[in-house]
């Protein structure tokens, strides 16, 4: 059995909202090119498994039917109509372009198939690289016994996300499955606002969202009194955290809460949204982790995985706008899946350089892990009031979430 699959599909390319948009599909490339490089992908322990298209049911577990038929008509190539608004469609940051369903549609199929390889048990472990779509909102969901019900929101596109495929693959894994309990992990900078409030009623989809702080960025949504409704109540879990939260607090964040509630909660599957847009060399967002932090990352979710769900870990991709840092972060997550992570040199191939250079324009350091010193780039004042004001937020998750979860 191996350790670790990677899905991908060169087709992935062809979700492109364009030249300017921040989330270039080259980004899929990169991390693709360093894992290929890095033999990761033709070992005992790891492979490649080609994605596939989502049917239009797989989506409708989700989203409504008028939807997907909006999407659609704009998806056609000789579509000349104007933005959708209703919907989220237009300039800014989801601007319609041709086959825009389709391409969606196989994002969503690549999370898909990471389930179905996960939950079949082919393997531990597997990870869409292309998925982690978060932010989409979504007008159904599915309870425990399989039944849809209305998550009283409409369907929209939101913050270059079309369709939400983490909301699919967990409604899928019920449906196909018979999943009682499905923990999620979303580690990006942005909240995942989309994932949490569709099953925001629900007790059978516990959502984690760790995220810069929502007065300071994108959605403006998703505070910790923010905690689920009805049966849902205590299973929504918002952790806000201060702009320019560096590695040692953001980490002391997952050991100390987000650890204890996912083994105390005991979910069938882990669904983790592994945006690396969380880096400080981000252009999108203002937080300071280091790549140490996701070497640090995947080592804590990998063993959270092992203890809590049986190994069941269905990983997304998600945000991350320097090239460079998502190409790295996401091959060190693969490598510690596949338990390859130790075998790494601690420098990239020159081959990959060259690649990233002639992808981006932009030359990356030879080291994978970068050096990024909080005290010397945040000033000793800002270093410790980080420190404090996070320690505040795990004494505050503590006393108004835990007791949800017998702690
Ligand atoms: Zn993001
Ligand atoms: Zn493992």
Not at 267 to 277: A, H, K, M, Y
Not at 349 to 356: E, F, G, H, R
Request: aromatic share 10%; proline share 5%.
């Amino acid at each position: 059995m191996k350790k670790g699959i990677l899905i991908d599909s060169e087709e992935f390319q062809n979700y492109d909202f364009g030249p300017q948009h921040p989330l270039t599909p080259k980004r899929l490339q990169l991390a693709r090119k360093l894992i290929e490089d890095f033999n990761l992908l033709d070992n005992d322990n790891g492979s490649l498994e080609e994605a596939r298209y989502a049917t239009d049911d797989e989506v409708g577990l989700i989203h409504g039917d008028r939807y997907i038929k909006v999407l659609k008509e704009v998806s056609d190539p000789n579509y000349r109509g104007g933005p959708v608004w209703e919907y989220g469609l237009g300039p800014g940051d989801n601007p319609i372009f041709p086959n825009m369903y389709e391409s969606s549609c196989l994002y969503v199929g690549g999370s898909l198939i990471a389930a179905d390889l996960v939950m079949k048990g082919e393997t531990d472990h597997a990870f869409n690289i292309s998925g982690g779509l978060h932010h989409a909102m979504g007008s159904k969901a599915l309870n425990a016994d399989g039944q849809t019900v209305s998550t009283g929101r409409g369907d929209s596109a939101s913050g270059f996300c079309i369709l939400n495929d983490c909301a699919i693959t967990a409604a899928y894994i019920i449906k196909n499955y018979g999943a009682k309990k499905i923990a999620y992990l979303d580690v990006d900078a942005h909240a995942g606002d989309g994932m949490s409030y569709i099953y925001y009623k629900l007790p059978n989809v516990l959502t984690i969202s760790i995220h810069q702080h929502p007065r300071t960025l994108f959605p403006g949504t998703c505070y910790l009194e923010e905690v689920g409704e009805g049966e849902g109540e205590g299973y929504c879990v918002f952790i806000p955290v201060t702009p320019y939260t560096f590695d040692e607090p953001y980490l002391k964040i997952l050991n100390e809460t987000v650890g204890p509630i996912i083994k105390s909660y005991k979910p069938d599957v882990l669904i983790t949204q592994l945006g690396v847009d969380t880096h400080y060399s981000d252009q999108l967002t203002m937080m300071a982790l280091s790549i140490s932090a996701y070497q640090k990352m995947s080592k804590f979710m990998h063993k959270l995985v092992h203890k809590a769900c049986n190994g069941k870990w269905v990983a997304l991709g998600g945000g991350g706008y320097s090239p460079d840092v998502v190409g790295k972060a996401w091959t060190l997550y693969f490598s510690e899946m596949c338990e390859k992570q130790e075998e790494l040199p601690d420098e990239v191939p020159q081959s990959w350089i060259d690649y990233c250079r002639t992808l981006t324009g932009r030359t990356p350091d030879k080291k994978i892990v970068d050096d990024f010193d909080p005290i010397k780039r945040l000033g000793k004042e800002n270093y410790e009031k980080i420190i404090q004001v996070n320690d505040e937020l795990i004494d505050s998750i503590k006393e108004k979430i835990f007791p949800y979860f017998k702690l």
